[in-house]
Structures are given as structure tokens and as C-alpha cells.
């Protein structure tokens, strides 16, 4: 199985918004809807994000929305700020009952 | 709360067969319907799937590391565990388990990553 497409960096300032794009095949994401986002700081493990194309887990802010298009998910963080400076990785659980990740994307807060 | 923690050599030489053990403490790991997987990262790379094994033993593995991956689970000791055989340096990485409530929910809980590194 091939990774999902993500961008590799992406920059904003502090209070605008940005979105990362995450892109497969049908096989990756057209039967469940099962697209999640991780957030990763250095040398941490990741965190997740979203869930489910769009939904947050508890204790996650409301800056952080998802959505699904076809085969392009996408995260977007509005009123950036400083600690959201991370890598960003998609996942989505496949036909094949597998699971597998974008190459992951660094977010600037510049 | 559930927490894991991945333990085994930081060291394996090519050709040798890695062995990492998660243990899982604050919920059962064979109850429910968890799924335990394993994710490994190599320095400065993104994250790549290894496989998953259900808490009463069934598996799915990457297409790419089938060959070589098997997993399994330990319910007297609450762990589980991944071998990976005929390593090289390309498998050198950060290891992470995770868990998986059900079969399509998300990896909402992970522990916090072991290096190990492959060299001779």
C-alpha cells in the first residue's frame, strides 16, 4: 500500500487559518469513513486530533475541524498560535482492513 | 485510563530478529473488542503502520512488512509483542504501540516510542 499525499510544509501566522490536504484512492477511503488526524511535536508520540473525518476527541480545541471530499481529506487549524507548530499526519483505515498514514506535513507558525 | 509501554533491546544486529513487548496497564487486554498495533517511525520519516493483532489473537499486517512481522498476544502478563525478522538498517526507527477501541476507530491511545537501532 502506498502512503497518503499530504504536503510537506505549510506555514501560517499566528490567528489565520490553514489546510492540509490528504490524498488517496478509493481503496484508502471509500468504504469506511474512518480518516484520522495525529499531531506530532519533536520527540513525542502523536496525538490524536480528529477522528472520523471530523470529529474531535474530548480535550481537543475547536480550532482544529476535518473534512472529506472524494479522496482528499483535509484539516484545517484556524486562529493559529505558536504551540500548534507540529507535524500533521493523516491515516485512514483501508479496504484491506489496514491501516496507513500520509507522509506527514510540518506546519510553521511563522 | 489505559497506558502502554513498549520495552526490548535498543540494539539488534542485521539479520536478527527484532522483538518488542507493550504492556498495557488499566484495562484488560484481552476484553472488548481492542485492537493493539504497532507503528514505527524512522528518524526525521513519517509514520508507517506495521500491523495489529486483536485481543483474542487474530492479525492484520502491512502488505509491505508481511513477510518478515508477526504478533501476538500475551493475556496472563496483559502484553503484546512484535517480531520482526531478517532486520536491516532500514528498520532502524522509533516503535510506538497504540490502541484501537474497535476494528475502524482511531489509534487513540499510544505509548510513548522506543528507539531501536539496527547495527553490527
Known amino acids: 500500500q502506498s502512503a497518503l499525499t499530504q504536503p510537506a510544509s505549510v506555514s501560517g501566522s499566528p490567528g489565520q487559518s490553514i489546510t492540509i490536504s490528504c490524498t488517496g484512492t478509493s481503496s484508502d477511503f471509500g468504504v469506511y469513513n474512518s480518516v484520522s488526524w495525529y499531531q506530532q511535536h519533536p520527540g513525542k508520540a502523536p496525538k490524536l486530533m480528529i477522528y472520523?473525518?471530523?470529529n474531535r476527541p474530548s480535550g481537543v480545541s475547536n480550532r482544529f475541524s476535518g473534512s472529506k471530499s472524494g479522496n482528499t481529506a483535509s484539516l484545517t487549524i484556524s486562529g493559529l498560535q505558536a504551540e500548534d507548530e507540529a507535524d500533521y499526519y493523516c491515516?485512514?483505515?483501508?479496504?484491506?482492513?489496514?491501516?496507513?498514514f500520509g507522509g506527514g506535513t510540518r506546519l510553521t507558525v511563522l | 485510563q489505559v497506558q502502554l509501554e513498549e520495552s526490548g533491546p535498543g540494539l539488534v544486529k542485521p539479520s536478527q530478529t527484532l522483538s518488542l513487548t507493550c504492556t498495557v496497564s488499566?484495562?484488560?487486554?484481552?476484553?472488548?473488542?481492542?485492537?493493539w498495533n504497532w507503528i514505527r517511525q524512522p528518524a526525521g520519516k513519517g509514520l508507517e503502520w506495521i500491523g495489529r493483532v486483536y485481543g483474542r489473537g487474530s492479525t492484520n499486517y502491512n502488505p509491505s512488512l508481511r513477510s518478515r512481522v508477526s504478533l501476538s498476544v500475551d493475556t496472563s502478563k496483559n502484553q503484546f509483542s512484535l517480531y520482526l525478522s531478517s532486520v536491516t538498517a532500514a528498520d532502524t526507527a522509533v516503535y510506538y504501540c497504540a490502541r484501537q477501541f474497535s476494528g475502524t476507530t482511531p489509534l487513540d491511545s499510544w505509548g510513548q516510542g522506543t528507539l531501536v537501532t539496527v547495527s553490527s
Open positions: 488499566g484495562v484488560s487486554i484481552s476484553s472488548g473488542t481492542y485492537y
Open positions: 491515516n485512514s483505515y483501508t479496504i484491506s482492513s489496514t491501516w496507513v
Open positions: 472520523d473525518v471530523s
